[in-house]
């Protein structure tokens, strides 16, 4: 916009605003949601599909949105914040201390 480059500001809270008409570059919000980065000269029109190769130098900040190929191995570190579904498979390290109430679905063992 206006020759500017600009980047989603990375902090959870303001992050969230990046996609909505009042926050866009353009929005009277802009400033909350972004950070001007850069300045261009002519423009450059949108690819209209993705590169069909990964970037060689990863981002520093994580995606705003989920991957459509999540990863098989598991994160070295806990999620920021849990899931509403329990997992498909079993713990590693499984509880010691009964729940406090009783399993609809008995285990097979």
Do not use: R
């Amino acid at each position: 916009y206006n020759n500017y480059v600009f980047e989603c500001k990375s902090d959870i809270h303001y992050s969230k605003f990046c996609k909505q008409a009042a926050y866009s570059p353009s929005g009277i919000y802009w400033s909350l949601a972004w950070n001007k980065i850069a300045w261009c000269e002519g423009t450059m029109a949108p690819t209209s599909t993705p590169s069909a190769e990964p970037s060689l130098t990863p981002s520093a900040a994580p995606s705003l949105e989920p991957s459509v190929s999540p990863s098989d191995e598991p994160s070295l570190k806990p999620s920021a914040s849990p899931s509403d579904e329990p997992s498909l498979k079993p713990s590693a390290e499984p509880s010691l201390k009964p729940s406090a109430e009783p399993s609809l679905e008995p285990s097979l063992k």
